[in-house]
């Protein structure tokens, strides 16, 4: 599948239209994977506040994450891998396995949607 | 016989006291350090984790596409946790693997002194 780079130039605006259109399909596609912040942020305070912060920025052990404001895809991959122990943590093993696929989804929403203090920019 | 072996015993259980008091208390003191991480060293050893960690809206697409998350601010214990369970196999994700694989503590505490907070 080598191509030439030329080719990949050439390539470019093509991608871009499909990436706009995934994009806009993305977004037709959200009302089935409907997420719930306000739900989120009740699941929040039950369960997530008591060690990562009532602002999910100011965890109770430095070993713990702060996330707020971190993407909410890589939020809700974690809380799964969690949950089905592909990632191995004996206390988030315990936390996640009791929640629903859609806690997890409103889970990772709402803290998506608060302003954190981590980024990707230095 | 029995009295000089016990004496000779005793003789080298004195000698070694003080060096296993030594050992002990100089272990955490390697540990502190090895906590202690040198930003400066981190950000030489980061050419790895820019080009996906410091592009915003970057993803990863194997083996399952989301945003590659966001580690600058995080605390540095996080960062050296989370490398250390990459490492350890504790966190699976094959390119983070493979690069925690190559980190020595001391890589891991550079670099978590350079991407994180105290």
């Known amino acids: 599948m080598n191509m030439p780079a030329s080719k990949l130039l050439r390539m470019k605006p093509r991608s871009v239209a499909c990436g706009a259109m995934l994009a806009a399909l993305s977004v037709l596609a959200l009302p089935a994977q409907a997420q719930d912040i306000e739900a989120g942020r009740q699941k929040a305070e039950e369960v997530c506040a008591a060690c990562h912060g009532k602002d999910g920025n100011t965890p109770i052990d430095p070993t713990y994450p702060k996330i707020a404001g971190q993407y909410q895809d890589y939020l809700e991959h974690s809380l799964l891998d969690y949950k089905h122990d592909r990632r191995k943590n004996p206390i988030m093993g315990a936390q996640a396995k009791p929640l629903t696929r859609a806690d997890i989804r409103n889970l990772a929403a709402y803290y998506a949607s608060l302003t954190g203090e981590i980024s990707n920019r230095r | ?118």
Do not use: W
């Not at chain 2, 015993?9 to 502190?32: D, H, I, R, S």
């Open chain 2, 1 to 118: 016989m029995i009295n000089k072996s016990l004496i000779a015993a005793g003789f080298a259980a004195a000698m070694l006291l003080p060096c296993l008091a030594v050992a002990q208390g100089a272990a955490p003191a390697q540990e502190q350090q090895a906590a202690q991480g040198d930003a400066e060293a981190g950000r030489n050893k980061s050419a790895t984790c820019i080009g996906c960690h410091e592009i915003p809206g970057y993803k990863s697409s194997f083996p399952s596409v989301y945003y590659v998350p966001r580690i600058i601010g995080q605390s540095a214990r996080y960062i050296e946790s989370a490398l250390k369970a990459y490492r350890k196999g504790d966190r699976n994700h094959p390119t983070m693997t493979a690069i925690a694989a190559g980190l020595s503590d001391r890589d891991i505490a550079d670099l978590a002194a350079y991407y994180g907070t105290e």
